[in-house]
């Protein structure tokens, strides 16, 4: 009988400071494949209440699965005393702040913190570089994109806009992705020299690093697979046989993705079209890409998507319906982790617990059984409520 063992990253603590997008993602990736994931919140009227409200205020933040909260107000000096009580047994802390914040604003200087533990990592994940013209400025996304380079091409062509692909590229894949690989990166390293490290993420960098075919693949001349103006490509929506096409149902889709000969000849045969395809030319031929665009609109608006996709299943055409997330939903997908470890696999993502339905967090809810778990710590005994914040407890003057 083969069994399984815990999550890899199972015993490691995460202090994680209250940030949106980003920041929680890198967090939630590391609470689902076991850390022990505590965020520290701004406190408010009803965080770590005596009598809790029955229906308190969660922040914005939905990535908040496995995890558990506590409130501290920095600028209350037993406040800072209690989050530094907690340095020396933690593993990871991530900065989500602008430059400057985490040592200026908080006072707490990486230097001030792997003092206290050698073995800390320090994730710090901002926006824009930590050097630069853009360091101190504010930003979103799609700024973030803009200056990488890479938004520019992405989208449809001239003279429409460039199109940024929601806030997935940025905060996600080039932000809190790339910042959990840099932890885990630092965590292998410390399992070697025995030290924790600061690990700097920014989501222009993890953008442009994600877009290294492109960026490289504009300067192959006429070999180049992006050589042609921003949505004129065989990637970005510029091939026809590399698209979208509208079914009967108008608002449902299919996405072909037939690139190689033997799929492209699957395709035409499904579609229908192998005679009128022949008579159009290569298809290489970029000449001949505006008419075979108009031929496989036509097609595909001849059938409702349920009936292509009876035409395609189980065949090589690269050719699929563009699912909704409520179709998804309504059929009992299952989201799973990033990725499946065989001996040590990811905890499960419940359909209720961050599958379809996201649970925000409310500050301090949870947290103090984590202090308990953590360093035996109880309330009154090590620390006290003051204004909806934990303060620590001087425990030599009791």
């Given amino acids: 009988m083969s069994t399984t063992a815990p999550p890899p990253l199972t015993g490691l ?22 850390a022990t994931v505590l965020r520290i919140d701004l406190p ?7 009598t809790p409200n029955p229906n308190p205020t969660p922040t914005p933040d939905l990535l908040t699965r496995h995890k558990t909260s506590i409130a501290l107000n920095l600028k209350d000096p037993s406040s800072r005393t209690l989050l530094l009580s907690l340095i020396p047994t933690t593993d990871i802390l991530i900065d989500p702040f602008r430059p400057g914040v985490l040592e200026t604003s908080l006072h707490l200087p990486p230097a001030l913190l792997q003092g206290l533990n050698p073995r800390l990592i320090i994730a710090r994940l901002t926006g824009f570089r930590r050097d630069g013209k853009y360091s101190a400025m504010a930003g979103h996304d799609i700024n973030y994109l803009a200056v990488s380079g890479v938004l520019s091409q992405l989208g449809p062509k001239w003279p429409a806009a460039p199109s940024p692909p929601v806030n997935i590229l940025g905060d996600f894949a080039g932000g ?30 993890g953008v442009a690093y994600l877009g290294t075919m492109v960026r490289l693949g504009k300067r192959m001349g ?3 697979v992006f050589r042609a103006a921003r949505g004129e490509n065989l990637l970005d929506g510029g091939c026809p046989y590399y698209a979208c096409y509208e079914c009967r149902d108008r608002g449902r889709y299919m996405a072909v993705g037939a690139l190689e000969e033997r799929f492209w000849r699957v395709l035409v045969k499904g579609l229908g079209v192998e005679d009128e395809v022949r008579g159009l030319g290569r298809r ?5 890409w505006e008419a075979l665009r108009r031929l496989f609109e036509r097609k595909f608006r001849e059938m409702t998507r349920v009936e292509w996709e009876r035409v395609f299943d189980g065949t090589d055409a690269c050719c699929t319906p563009v699912l909704e ?9 299952e989201q799973r982790a990033v990725v499946t470890l065989k001996d040590t696999p990811a905890l499960e993502i419940g359909a209720n617990d961050g599958g379809w339905v996201g649970r925000g967090l409310s500050p301090g809810e949870g947290g103090e059984k984590t202090l308990q778990d953590w360093m035996g710590w109880k309330r009154d005994r090590d620390y006290r409520v003051e204004k909806g914040g934990l303060v620590k407890v001087d425990t030599a003057k009791l």
Avoid at 13 to 34: K, N, Q, S, T, Y
Avoid at 44 to 50: E, K
Avoid at 325 to 333: H, K, P, T
């Fill in 13 to 34: 603590r995460v202090l994680e400071f209250a940030g949106l997008a980003p920041g929680p993602f890198c967090g939630l990736l590391l609470a689902d494949h076991g």
């Fill in 44 to 50: 408010t009227a009803s965080s770590h209440t005596d």
């Fill in 176 to 205: 809190g992705m790339a910042c959990f690989a840099g932890i885990v990166l630092a965590l292998v390293g410390r399992g070697v020299g025995g030290r924790g490290q600061v690990v700097e993420a920014n989501m222009v960098d």
């Fill in 222 to 224: 006429g070999k180049g």
């Fill in 284 to 288: 290489e031929d970029r000449a001949t």
């Fill in 325 to 333: 997330q409520e179709e998804l939903e309504e059929a009992g997908y």
